[in-house]
């Protein structure tokens, strides 16, 4: 779920994996003493499976930065169904688009597993503010990068067919992935229900669009696992 990478040159491809992390996670960003000064300030919560850091339609107080741990942003419709929004993973943090000011949650964030999160309050959060324009920055260039990850969404549940929305995301998954070198991106364990439930489908028609990109060697699906073979064909069914 990052800038869009339109070149097959691997050193900008690095280049432009390595900004887009500086970006994405916040703590990366801060030089070391201020660094240490958000770990003073804030505080370590822990959270055990499918524990809520935060609720749809809750007032917001603050942020969770992900020291470990998986947690996954949803969203309930008027008619109880839950669409899976994004997975954050450790150095991302959930609590946008609205960190300062009352505000009620517009979608739920919640563990995947154990999770260690740091917790900073609005009011933290404006002291860090005030004594660290580090964090600032680093905090203005994280709420745009999730700002443009939710847009990414909304662009891809705005009409695609069902090909080219999961085409669509898996690229945004690539993006996000840790990768070293020209090669197959692993995307981790992920599953049919949960890409269905990040593009709006049904696990049918997910299943028949991975079996589609399998059979042209896009990529390489097992139960829980997938991997990217070709980004340039993926980009192809993604209707780039």
Not at 78 to 88: D, N, V, Y
Not at 103 to 112: D, F, G, V
Not at 209 to 231: E, F, K, P, W
Request: with cysteine; hydrophobic share 45%; aromatic share 4%.
């Amino acid at each position: 779920m990052g800038p869009s990478i339109a070149t097959e040159d691997i050193e900008t491809v690095d280049a432009a994996r390595s900004d887009a992390g500086t970006h994405r996670f916040l703590l990366q960003a801060l030089p070391p003493p201020d660094l240490d000064l958000v770990m003073r300030t804030g505080r370590i919560v822990w959270f055990q499976n499918r524990d809520y850091l935060l609720r749809q339609g809750e007032p917001g107080d603050g942020i969770h930065i992900i020291l470990s741990g998986v947690v996954e942003s949803t969203y309930v419709g008027q008619q109880q169904r839950e669409l899976l929004l994004a997975t954050w993973h450790q150095g991302d943090f959930v609590g946008a688009p609205h960190v300062l000011g009352y505000h009620l949650h517009s979608w739920s964030a919640r563990a995947l597993g154990r999770v260690e999160a740091l917790h900073l309050d609005q009011p933290a959060i404006r002291r860090l503010i005030a004594l660290s324009p580090a964090f600032a920055v680093a905090l203005v260039g994280c709420l745009g990068f999730k700002g443009e990850a939710y847009s990414a969404l909304a662009q891809t549940l705005g009409g695609q067919k069902v090909g080219e929305r999961l085409a669509l995301l898996l690229l945004k998954l690539c993006e996000a992935a840790a990768q070293d070198g020209d090669g197959p991106i692993p995307l981790g364990r992920i599953t049919q229900a949960n890409l269905a439930r990040m593009i709006g489908a049904t696990r049918q028609s997910i299943s028949l669009a991975l079996t589609r990109l399998q059979d042209d060697g896009v990529i390489s699906a097992g139960a829980t696992t997938l991997v990217v073979n070709d980004l340039t064909a993926l980009r192809r069914h993604a209707g780039e």
